[in-house]
């Protein structure tokens, strides 16, 4: 009895230890959760963007000296001509340094004069041996010295009366006054912008392209150009400047269209400037979902039937501080992973959340 006691015990701890010893059943993983985003068009610029008739030249006019604005003959909005005076400075203190170089040429034709006659009369002296010839050097020397005075003080006379010229401020060329910036009994210092002037000649229509859709632009663009008083009529024009840092208060990028021809536009004109999808599509995903191995670029694209990952090869075109330019490998209708790309592999089962954080439907476009 206590023998078949012992071997049932036996038994019994054998089956505990050997249901020790085995392996317990491996949990699934739960689908990683990822944030998955559709390619934008990168030439969505296609549309329609309200911009103004300016100048080609807009030139900043400025006193080329300091002092005191006594007089403005012209006011914003007026026609000019080359030459025309706009404005005027104080003449006192220019005056006065005319005077006062005119008083140093004097001097300084008087410093000539004496110098010459001392040194013919002492050349008369040396021929009959009566000077030694460095005495008669230092005469000559002096006589240079002071026909170099009198050349000085001419030069700074015309400096003076350039200066004084310059007190009067000349239209360079016919225009309109499109900005006055100072007022009469204003102080300005020399090179101050004191008007902008737009210069007769060519028309451009400037506009203002929004962030997101910089990428879709490119100098040489063309383009069609409306005016707001005959909407029906499309001038032809191409884009001639695009500016490579946004403005810091807009966030939007200037740009520049000159129109074809002489077309018969006025400055200040209201403009509609209508742009063309490109042929070539390109695709705008973030910096964050493209990842590398050697040279080949890739993204993770998400598997509409299965709710899995696939690498997905790319060509890209160029990027920015917020997004990589993809012109080859994506049709625009996939779900890009666009955060935490280093932590998926081939095949891996996620859960895919849009940018507002609602799951993406698998199998849904």
Same mark, same amino acid.
């Given at each position: ?55 080609? &030249? ?31 400075? /104080? ?45 008669? !050097? ?29 007190? %009067? ?25 004191? &008007?902008?002037?737009?210069? !007769? $000649?060519?028309?451009?229509?400037? &506009? ?11 100098? $040489? ?25 946004? !403005?810091? %208060? ?29 042929? !070539? ?9 493209? /990842? ?28 920015? /501080? ?17 955060? $935490? ?12 959340? /849009? ?11």
């Amino acid at each position: 009895m206590k023998h078949r006691v012992f071997f049932g015990l036996a038994g019994f701890l054998g089956a505990l230890l050997l249901a020790g010893c085995e392996q317990p059943p491996e949990q699934e993983q739960p689908p990683r959760p990822v944030l998955v985003v559709q390619p934008e068009p990168a030439h969505q610029g296609a549309g329609m963007y309200p911009g103004e008739v300016r100048a080609r &030249f807009a030139p900043e006019l400025a006193f080329r000296v300091g002092g005191k604005v006594t007089r403005r003959l012209v006011q914003t909005g007026q026609r000019v001509r080359a030459g025309e005076l706009l404005a005027e400075l /104080d003449p006192s203190d220019l005056q006065l340094q005319v005077q006062a170089m005119l008083a140093q040429q004097a001097e300084a034709r008087a410093g000539l004069a004496l110098a010459r006659d001392e040194l013919e009369r002492y050349r008369k002296l040396y021929q009959s041996n009566l000077l030694s010839k460095s005495q008669l !050097d230092s005469l000559q020397t002096n006589e240079k010295r002071a026909r170099a005075r009198l050349e000085q003080a001419g030069a700074s006379l015309e400096h003076a009366k350039n200066q004084l010229q310059y007190g %009067r401020l000349l239209a360079p060329e016919s225009g309109i006054i499109a900005q006055t910036r100072v007022e009469a009994g204003q102080v300005v210092a020399a090179g101050q912008p004191v &008007f902008v002037l737009a210069a !007769d $000649g060519q028309r451009e229509v400037e &506009f203002s392209i929004p962030e997101q859709a910089y990428a879709g632009f490119a100098l $040489g663009q063309p383009v069609q150009v409306s005016l707001l008083n005959r909407p029906e009529q499309r001038l032809a024009g191409e884009i001639r400047e695009l500016a490579q840092s946004a !403005d810091p %208060r807009s966030r939007t990028f200037s740009a520049r269209v000159s129109l074809a021809g002489e077309a018969a536009v006025e400055l200040g004109q209201s403009a509609r400037v209508h742009v063309s999808a490109r042929d !070539d599509q390109v695709w705008l995903v973030p910096l964050s979902a493209v /990842d590398g191995e050697g040279q080949q670029a890739f993204v993770w694209v998400l598997d509409a039937g299965q709710g899995l990952v696939r690498r997905q090869p790319v060509g890209m075109r160029g990027y920015d /501080d917020q997004h990589v330019l993809i012109e080859q490998g994506l049709q625009g209708s996939e779900w890009v992973v666009a955060a $935490g790309v280093h932590l998926l592999r081939e095949g891996m089962q996620v859960r895919a959340l /849009d940018p507002e954080n609602r799951p993406v439907v698998v199998g849904e476009e």
